[in-house]
């Protein structure tokens, strides 16, 4: 069995209950990979992409700031594979307020669940990585890494921080062999919205027609540019922010 679990690719994408994280789990699901499906709060969401995937992999509960949650995931993907092919760092929760509006608990809670995890998530799978013969590290930043989302202060600032991350790491780890690059999505019509007053398609008509491409990025379109960044196609892509938002961050 452990002989056999070191032929299969293995994929772990954090966030992957709903969203942009579903798409990319299902797209490495169509290309060959064993996915590790992760869910924090939603474990229905989890089971319905599990399913969805044929369960070939694993659905784990999984808080990536949080030090416990991330090193029972490590030790029961490692009891099934004892390696990790390619580490997807794509679910995050927001408080999108001004700075005014921003309080300091915001702040710790919008900072853990995206620069905490993207630092622990890797970090703790590691040496899971290292039994790969060609790792990739892929963190989900945002095209606000290129201009400030007003109104969204601490996700503006943690974007910042991963991006600064995923330089760093790309310099430590290449000669390692592990590859770390970046996917800088725009803003993505998902249901992660809701709650947000962000559920009108008229807004949502108006955020299409201000993109130079005429639409905003779907769930897929963000899918497809890990499925390069995995691939052999991008065995010498390293330290590169993928950014998938029509050109939009070039506008006024």
Same mark, same amino acid.
């Given at each position: 069995?452990?002989?056999?679990?070191?032929?299969?690719?293995?994929?772990?994408?954090?966030?992957?209950?709903?969203?942009?994280?579903?798409?990319?789990?299902?797209?490495?699901?169509?290309?060959?990979?064993?996915?590790?499906?992760?869910?924090?709060?939603?474990?229905?969401?989890?089971?319905r992409v599990y399913n969805e995937i044929e369960k070939a992999g694993l659905l784990l509960e999984l808080d990536g700031g949080?030090?416990?949650?991330?090193?029972?995931?490590?030790?029961?993907?490692?009891?099934?594979?004892?390696?990790?092919?390619?580490?997807?760092?794509?679910?995050?929760?927001?408080?999108?307020?001004?700075?005014?509006?921003?309080?300091?608990?915001?702040?710790?809670?919008?900072?853990?669940?995206?620069?905490?995890?993207?630092?622990?998530?890797?970090?703790?799978?590691?040496?899971?990585?290292?039994?790969?013969?060609?790792?990739?590290?892929?963190?989900?930043?945002?095209?606000?890494?290129?201009? %400030?989302?007003?109104?969204?202060?601490?996700?503006?600032?943690?974007?910042? #921080? !991963?991006?600064? =991350? $995923?330089?760093?790491? @790309?310099?430590?780890?290449?000669?390692?062999?592990?590859?770390?690059?970046?996917?800088?999505?725009?803003?993505?019509?998902?249901?992660?919205?809701?709650?947000?007053?962000?559920?009108?398609?008229?807004?949502?008509?108006?955020?299409?027609?201000?993109? %130079?491409?005429?639409?905003?990025?779907?769930?897929?379109?963000?899918?497809? #540019? !890990?499925?390069? =960044? $995995?691939?052999?196609? @991008?065995?010498?892509?390293?330290?590169?922010?993928?950014?998938?938002?029509?050109?939009?961050?070039?506008?006024?």
């Amino acid at each position: 069995m452990v002989c056999l679990a070191h032929m299969q690719k293995v994929a772990l994408v954090t966030g992957s209950s709903r969203g942009i994280g579903r798409a990319i789990a299902r797209r490495l699901h169509s290309e060959g990979y064993e996915v590790i499906v992760t869910y924090c709060y939603d474990k229905v969401a989890g089971e319905r992409v599990y399913n969805e995937i044929e369960k070939a992999g694993l659905l784990l509960e999984l808080d990536g700031g949080n030090e416990k949650s991330v090193s029972e995931a490590v030790k029961a993907v490692s009891q099934k594979y004892g390696h990790l092919d390619v580490l997807i760092v794509s679910g995050m929760h927001d408080r999108p307020h001004s700075f005014r509006e921003t309080s300091y608990e915001d702040w710790k809670f919008v900072l853990n669940s995206k620069l905490d995890s993207s630092f622990l998530v890797p970090k703790m799978f590691y040496d899971l990585l290292k039994k790969s013969k060609s790792p990739s590290i892929i963190l989900n930043t945002s095209s606000v890494v290129q201009t %400030p989302q007003i109104g969204a202060l601490a996700y503006t600032i943690a974007s910042a #921080g !991963v991006e600064s =991350l $995923v330089k760093y790491l @790309a310099v430590e780890l290449a000669p390692e062999g592990i590859r770390v690059n970046a996917i800088c999505p725009g803003t993505t019509r998902t249901d992660n919205w809701i709650g947000f007053g962000l559920e009108d398609d008229a807004m949502w008509g108006r955020f299409a027609k201000n993109n %130079p491409m005429g639409r905003v990025p779907t769930p897929e379109d963000i899918a497809d #540019g !890990v499925s390069y =960044l $995995v691939s052999d196609k @991008a065995k010498y892509i390293n330290g590169l922010f993928l950014y998938m938002d029509g050109g939009n961050r070039y506008k006024d």
